[in-house]
């Protein structure tokens, strides 16, 4: 079809109309009979089939009856009017019943007229009822494009109520393409769709908005799907691609000083396999000429700063300042804390920046910074202030990557005239197809393998009735010497209802053990106190640490043994997880005990059942996968994958698979889409570059 056709404005399709248009423009984001035809039904109803009747069974969904209205009446109930009309057909009566829009539908009824109904049918004191049924007068039925299956659009009730129905969007779109005489550009070529045995688009187009069968209905899915999958697979893999060639890094060929005597001298242990592998790759990339963009995968606890730290020793090797940026206040203090530690031996010179940094104290860095003085500096979103400007940064470490967004990312990038190394490194594991379709612009390295003596933690479940006996279990290992988390749900840091639940607890702990000191963390302290519960804790001071979850990430207290989670049931499993990770740091065995009421949901006794028999990040990265979709996936909420069109990562995984194949085939023997046969591709390709960005997906 003309490419100007589905450029045209969506107010000059027939049926439309400058109001429908608004509603259409600012709901559901169709400017464009283009944007009409992708927008896509989420599902499909079987309208094949039409029922008597005498044949409903108490409560059917989605029935189609044939018949007519013999008489309407309105009915007082407690709260308001119905309207109620009879409806017969040849077997039998029913009613149809109306709690809202009386008014209109009572003068719009038509009586003794066949119409075709179509709903959900209750049973109630001995007749069946439909509640607001569609319906259609069987003289329009017969004229409309009638297909098997019977699509639905997604709708919102803004759409609703400017009567847009369900019936209207589907009655554009047939307009739509009639206008376009139902022929459509193809957007894969001919190679491809003969290879992966794919249905053209125009016939994919028609079967996904009016499909002929299951059968086709289900071939139009997965063209459709494939091409999504495809171009954004495509998009991502050619900028990596590009990446490589174009943004210069700046080049470490040497491992000096800081790095070889730290290796040599100050190492406090042996470094894992994995370890060493990271550190390598990490040094490959650091010596190549390009820009590194290296996401760190590791499990908690299997040592990710001591490959941050050589990293970093890395980049002052070759005269270059570092900095590691961490989510929290609490964290960037141990970080510090950490690597001052490391480094006690060195005269590497460590600041620490935060929001809570004194101004004096923020001049004083600001000005090493710019000359040179600071080796390293550590903080939180405070080093990406306009004010901090280093004298050359060379690497920038971000941990739990998730906090910080690819613009985020990009800011660092403008303080100098070359992009530093950027390494990322985070604790959630993401299965690996989807950390390639998140962040394709990224490579992997994954750190597979604990520190050698870790006993695995182990995990129970136990209901809030048995509270007594874990208190005494409790007691019994602070009298072994350990500490204890107890940790409470805050899923929003402003809900009340959390913070007092919080203290509740606090109370009866307190109550329960006036023998132990106690530190409370929670996130609407401020940073002082809470520095100074954690520190408290860190040092021994206290036995026992009640927070929410702002000690999920990161926090290393070695000596702690026991991890209370309250209202298990209530946290994610890779906030389990995270939680789970404080503890097993140590020599000694460690416990985890989740609590929960005994009223659970499926999900939640898989989650918890999950967390008691795995202690694999990976694996729990894979259940909590399926039973959340990627929409919630740590990290990925923003990250807008829910933006595609009709594939589903995580259902469509396959596919996925099978399309990121074949994008790499394709680039790698035409990387510029320059060959005759990838003409269409060509012509796809720049038209959706123009459109969107690849950040419309990933950032
Ligand atoms: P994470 O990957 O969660 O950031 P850390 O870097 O905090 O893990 O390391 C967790 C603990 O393990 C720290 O106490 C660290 O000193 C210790 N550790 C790291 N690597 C090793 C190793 N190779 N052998 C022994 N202990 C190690
Ligand atoms: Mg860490």
């Given at each position: ?593 989740l609590m929960t009421g005994h009223k659970l949901s499926e999900d939640s006794k898989t989650r918890l059942q999950t967390m008691t028999t795995t ?85």
């Open positions: 079809m003309n490419a100007n056709l589905l450029q045209t404005p969506i107010d000059y399709l027939k049926g439309v109309g400058p109001s429908r248009a608004k509603v259409l423009k600012t709901e559901l984001g169709i400017q464009t009979y283009g944007d009409l035809l992708n927008f896509f039904p989420n599902r499909y109803l079987d309208k094949t089939r039409f029922y008597k009747i005498n044949e409903l069974q108490r409560n059917s969904a989605d029935v189609q009856i044939v018949g007519k209205i013999t008489h309407i009446k309105s009915v007082e109930q407690k709260r308001g009017k119905r309207l109620v009309a009879d409806f017969v057909d040849s077997t039998g009566k029913m009613e149809l019943v109306w709690f809202r829009g009386q008014k209109w539908i009572r003068e719009n009824l038509k009586i003794n007229t066949p119409y075709v109904i179509f709903g959900k049918t209750n049973w109630f004191n001995g007749v069946f009822s439909m509640p607001h049924p569609e319906m259609e007068l069987v003289e329009d039925y017969k004229k409309q494009l009638r297909t098997a299956m019977q699509p639905v659009y997604p709708s919102t009730e803004k759409l609703a109520k400017a009567g847009i129905s369900n019936r209207v969007i589907n009655k554009i779109t047939q307009q739509l393409f009639l206008e376009a005489k139902g022929r459509f550009f193809e957007s894969l070529s001919e190679e491809i769709l003969q290879e992966f045995k794919l249905i053209s688009k125009s016939e994919a187009l028609f079967n996904i908005h009016f499909p002929k069968s299951q059968e086709l209905l289900a071939k139009a899915q997965f063209r459709l799907k494939f091409e999504e999958l495809f171009y954004i697979q495509l998009q991502l893999i050619r900028k990596n691609l590009l990446h490589k060639k174009k943004i210069k890094g700046y080049v470490f060929e040497k491992v000096g000083e800081n790095f070889t005597n730290f290796y040599n001298e100050h190492l406090p242990f042996d470094l894992t396999g994995a370890q060493k592998r990271v550190i390598k790759e990490i040094r490959n990339d650091l010596g190549s000429g390009a820009q590194m963009n290296r996401l760190l995968q590791g499990d908690v606890g299997s040592g990710k700063t001591i490959v941050a730290l050589m990293s970093m020793f890395i980049a002052l090797d070759n005269d270059f300042q570092a900095c590691l940026m961490a989510p929290t206040e609490i964290l960037s203090v141990q970080h510090y804390n950490g690597l001052i530690d490391l480094c006690k031996e060195l005269n590497t010179s460590i600041e620490i920046l935060t929001g809570s940094t004194k101004t004096s104290k923020r001049r004083e860095i600001h000005e090493k910074l710019e000359n040179g003085e600071i080796d390293i500096l550590i903080g939180t979103h405070a080093l990406l202030e306009d004010k901090v400007q280093f004298k050359n940064l060379g690497l920038a470490v971000i941990d739990e990557q998730h906090r910080f967004g690819v613009a985020q990312r990009a800011r660092l990038w403008k303080k100098n005239d070359l992009p530093p190394h950027i390494l990322v490194m985070t604790a959630t594991p993401i299965p690996r197809t989807l950390a390639m379709s998140l962040y394709g612009d990224l490579d992997i390295s994954v750190i597979d393998e604990l520190p050698p003596g870790r006993k695995p933690i182990k995990t129970v479940h136990r209901y809030d009735a048995n509270r007594l006996k874990v208190f005494a279990f409790i007691r019994e290992e602070i009298k072994k010497g350990r500490q204890v988390y107890i940790v409470y749900p805050l899923i929003q840091e402003s809900e009340t209802m959390d913070y007092k639940d919080l203290m509740d607890g606090y109370e009866s702990i307190a109550r329960e053990f006036p023998e132990f000191q106690i530190s409370i963390v929670h996130g609407q302290m401020k940073a002082e106190a809470k520095d100074y519960e954690m520190d408290r804790f860190v040092s021994g001071e206290t036995q026992i640490m009640v927070a929410t979850t702002v000690i999920e990430v990161g926090v290393n207290v070695p000596n702690a043994s026991v991890m209370i989670i309250e209202s298990a049931e209530r946290f994610g499993l890779s906030q389990l997880h995270q939680l789970r990770g404080r503890v097993g740091r140590g020599a000694e065995q460690s416990f985890c005990i202690n694999d990040g990976f694996e729990i990265a894979e259940v909590d996968l399926k039973l959340r979709g990627p929409g919630d996936l740590m990290g990925t909420q923003q990250s807008g994958v829910l933006n595609l069109q009709i594939a589903d990562i995580v259902k469509d995984n396959d596919i996925l698979k099978t399309a990121r194949h074949l994008a790499i085939k394709v680039l790698k023997e035409d990387p510029n889409l320059q060959l005759e046969k990838n003409k269409v591709l060509h012509h796809t390709f720049a038209q959706i570059s123009r459109k969107k960005t690849i950040w419309n997906y990933i950032s």
